[in-house]
């Protein structure tokens, strides 16, 4: 059964920065392309990076939003996603969550895990 649980999340001002964590367990992990997600209050759940098995990295689904501020990396040794978060801005307030996409992997509809509850992220002005 797959298990991803995601920590880091807090409150911090504009321009500050956070590093979110994903350990996953009940997959190969260091075959699976992870992802960080994110949802806002009252808005879809959005792709905020992904990474490949590899290493290969995506921001985003226009890569404007995130890319330069945040950087998605992975230690296959520890199960582990990483999301770095710098200059943060308070539209990044949301939850941020962590799965495994299915297939392509920056779609937002086949996932391999269950959505966990998440790390909240509140960015103040």
């Known amino acids: 059964q797959v298990q991803l649980v995601e920590s880091g999340g807090g409150s911090v001002e504009a321009g500050g920065s956070l590093r979110l964590s994903c350990v996953a367990s009940g997959i190969t992990f260091s075959a699976q392309a992870m992802g960080w997600y994110r949802q806002a209050p009252g808005k879809q759940r959005e792709l905020v990076a992904v990474?490949?098995?590899?290493?290969?990295?995506?921001?985003?689904e226009d890569g404007e939003s995130v890319e330069g501020r945040f950087t998605i990396s992975r230690d296959n040794a520890k199960n582990t996603v990483y999301l770095q978060m710098n200059s943060l801005r308070p539209e990044d307030t949301a939850v941020y969550y962590c799965?495994?996409?299915?297939?392509?992997?920056?779609?937002?509809?086949?996932?391999?895990?269950?959505w966990g509850q998440g790390t909240q992220v509140t960015v103040s002005s």
């Open positions: 990474i490949t098995g590899e290493g290969r990295a995506y921001y985003g």
């Open positions: 799965n495994a996409p299915r297939g392509r992997i920056k779609n937002l509809t086949n996932f391999i895990g269950s």
